[in-house]
């Protein structure tokens, strides 16, 4: 889908933030890697979304009530066979914060090829606009605040600078034995979202925040496997 | 382009009328005084107080409003309570080109924003743009305008904006103790219409203008800087000294400038892609903004190992660290360098290695002689990209009959002038507040000012400035792009 509509739409819907689906096809939009997902409404549809995808598969509730939905037993991974989706949905519905929220349905999607996450972000600065960030992911940006902003648009020298900038940043080439993270793949994300023509510039008008968390990096290329939205006010 | 930013800034940078609002007959308001400043600096253009009832006010005639003056007005400097203001400026039906207002009482406190609107409505009206309010004026050496007490004897080409009018003094009063010279001093106070990006703008356009510092506490439009400054590709070298990068520092930032701070990710990331130095405290800034008014940034060899050579061994061993911390390199020296040194069989207690720690009784040997062979040694076998010559001037007092302190600058410089364009040459003159020491250093300082060489008074001034330079110099290189100097 065309990615000013997909703003268009859930504007229309008077949400606060694009969900999941709706970020990754707007990450889509802009040559960002998203894990090939389908979305089904309850169980029923199980059986069909599972021939049509590759397992392993990674099962997530889509709600506009749940900010953090691995906080709350939202996201299961690692499903092999369609009983499996089954029974992980039936779970989930289980859990007070799921049954009592509005829920859209559930995102399947294939799993990214093993590596390292990091963590890609924007905020719109209320006087110099968008900013994007990178940072590594899990406690070095949650705790150790281990990120590095740009206003955009960044050029591709500005986003190698972002990576050095890190302290994390041996980690990516494969520091305490961890696999290599491939620098271009994750200099192109960051010129995709905060480059020249890129989602943040493009977008700067409807874009208050965004947090691509986690993107999954390995030696070939990055998936970004969730993305959020945050709607600017009207 | 820059034609046209010149010529829309040349009545406020050398206006050629003044009008006066606040001044009284009687009294001694800051108008004034201001009028007195501008006088004795050699202000020669016409000065034209505007006055409700008087005739004339230190013997110049005054007129009843900005529209009754002979010739239209360049420059307004306006001092009076700031509800009488935006009257005055509608009145001016365009024949002000700028106001700089000082009066506070306007957006840095609650009841004064709605205010504030009227003004900058007014002076749209009037047919003006507007500098402050809540300010304290301006310095421009080719206007003959100042609003500080003192000034700079000559003009230079260092070109200072600042939100806070303290700072503005700081600037040119610490300024003229340091040697910093400017081309023009701006205090803007709450930007109710030319803002920080309005001045760099013109400080970018300015031929006089080489250096450029700001003192910040809101951007404004941030991404308007941003542009301006990133487009210059850092050509000029600009130091930021910004308040409120704190969360607590915000708070304070709003109570008093009457803004909202921008994050300081955003001024990180500014100085990044920018090439602007973003310093901390107000030493550093005059410290930064000096250094680079004296040296030439060397892009294509920027600065990073050093070499500190003076008397004090553990003064030095201090800042070797305090070098580091600031990504510069106080490296002992190669075995090449030792020999050459120990060749000149130095008194003992001399280091002959980096940190180069020479007593004053070393430094005595031929009134001084003997450091142009060590210097000759380090220059020519060591290479080093900056030379930090740190004298503490209390352990010469009562022992040095000759000019030593004299001479050892004049080496310096005799050596500098044989290894063109190897290393950057600072000096760190330190004292210990004893009023006769303190009085031989600001004569030293003066010495040094006007042979080109930039001062500090510790050590940590001269790594934090030497770490500013460096900054500005990787930039270039990464860049690609090579300094305007």
């Known amino acids: 889908m065309d990615a000013q509509r997909l703003i268009s739409e859930a504007r229309k819907q008077g949400r606060a933030a694009l969900d999941e689906l709706a970020g990754k096809q707007l990450l889509a939009a802009f040559g960002i890697a998203v894990p090939k997902s389908l979305v089904v409404r309850d169980a029923g549809e199980a059986a069909s979304v599972f021939a049509a995808l590759k397992p392993p598969l990674a099962l997530k509730v889509t709600s506009p009530d749940i900010l953090h939905k691995s906080d709350v037993g939202g996201v299961r991974v690692g499903l092999t066979s369609s009983e499996a989706i089954v029974e992980a949905i039936s779970e989930m519905m289980a859990v007070p914060q799921i049954a009592s929220a509005r829920v859209d349905g559930f995102l399947v999607e294939e799993m990214a090829p093993a590596g390292q996450e990091i963590v890609v972000g ?35 020298l500005d986003a190698g600078e972002m990576l050095d900038e890190l302290k994390g940043a041996p980690l990516l080439r494969g520091a305490r034995g961890r696999l290599p993270a491939s620098r271009a793949a994750i200099v192109d994300v960051l010129l995709k979202v905060g480059g020249e023509d890129g989602l943040l510039m493009r977008h700067a008008a409807d874009i208050q925040e965004a947090d691509i968390n986690p993107i999954i990096v390995s030696a070939d290329g990055a998936v970004a496997v969730d993305a959020r939205f945050v709607l600017t006010k009207r | 382009m820059s034609r046209e930013i010149l010529e829309r800034f040349k009545p406020l940078f050398e206006p050629r009328t003044v009008a006066v609002i606040g001044a009284s007959a009687r009294g001694m308001t800051f108008p004034n005084i201001f009028m007195r400043r501008i006088r004795e600096f050699g202000f020669k ?81 009037g047919g003006m743009r507007l500098i402050g309010p809540n300010c304290l004026g301006m310095y421009s050496h080719r206007g003959g305008i100042v609003f500080s007490e003192t000034w700079p004897a000559a003009a230079g080409h260092v070109g200072a904006i600042s939100q806070s009018g303290g700072i503005g003094t700081d600037t040119v009063r610490r300024g003229i103790t340091r040697g910093i010279r400017y081309s023009a001093v701006v205090t803007v106070g709450n930007c109710a219409d030319l803002e920080p990006a309005d001045f760099i703008e013109f400080y970018l356009a300015d031929e006089e203008t080489r250096v450029i510092g700001m003192y910040v506490e809101s951007a404004g439009d941030g991404r308007r800087l941003f542009e301006l400054l990133r487009d210059a590709k850092a050509r000029k070298p600009v130091a930021i000294l910004k308040g409120g990068r704190t969360r607590l520092g915000t708070m304070a930032a709003a109570s008093h400038t009457g803004s ?168 760190v003159l330190r004292s210990d507040g004893d009023p006769d020491l303190e009085a031989r250093k600001r004569e030293f300082r003066a010495r040094a000012a006007a042979l080109g060489i930039p001062v500090y008074d510790e050590l940590d001034n001269a790594a934090r400035a030497l770490k500013a330079l460096a900054a500005h110099e990787r930039f270039l290189s990464s860049r690609s792009v090579t300094s305007d100097r």
């Open chain 1, 122 to 156: 924007g905020v719109r600065d209320p006087q110099f606009g968008p900013l994007v960030m990178v940072g590594l992911g899990g406690v070095f940006v949650e705790v150790l605040a281990d990120v590095a902003f740009r206003i955009c648009p960044i050029t591709r």
């Open chain 2, 45 to 125: 253009g016409a000065i034209y107080p505007i006055h409700p009832s008087a005739d004339a006010i230190d013997g110049l005639p005054a007129y009843r409003s900005l529209a009754d003056t002979p010739e239209p007005v360049d420059y307004a400097f306006i001092a009076v309570p700031g509800a009488q203001i935006p009257p005055m400026l509608r009145a001016a039906r365009g024949r002000v080109r700028y106001a700089q207002v000082i009066s506070s009482g306007f957006g840095e406190v609650d009841e004064g924003k709605a205010l504030q609107g009227e003004l900058a409505a007014a002076a749209r009206e």
């Open chain 2, 260 to 427: 909202l701070a921008g994050d300081d990710r955003a001024w990180v990331a500014l100085s990044r892609q920018t090439g602007c130095v973003l310093v901390e405290t107000l030493d550093e800034y005059l410290d930064t903004l000096l250094t680079f008014q004296e040296l030439a940034p060397r892009p294509q060899r920027p600065t990073q190992r050093v070499v500190l050579f003076g008397n004090g061994g553990g003064a030095s061993v201090l800042a070797t660290d305090l070098f580091a911390r600031c990504g510069l390199e106080v490296a002992p020296f190669d075995q090449d360098v030792i020999d050459a040194l120990a060749a000149l069989k130095l008194p003992p207690g001399t280091s002959i290695t980096n940190p180069v720690d020479t007593p004053v009784g070393t430094l005595q040997q031929d009134d001084g002689g003997v450091a142009e062979k060590i210097l000759e040694a380090i220059y020519g076998l060591a290479r080093p990209q900056a030379l930090v010559m740190h004298l503490n001037l209390s352990a010469f007092v009562g022992r040095t009959k000759a000019d030593v302190l004299g001479n050892l600058m004049e080496i310096v410089l005799r050596v500098q002038a044989r290894y063109p364009g190897q290393a950057h040459f600072v000096l």
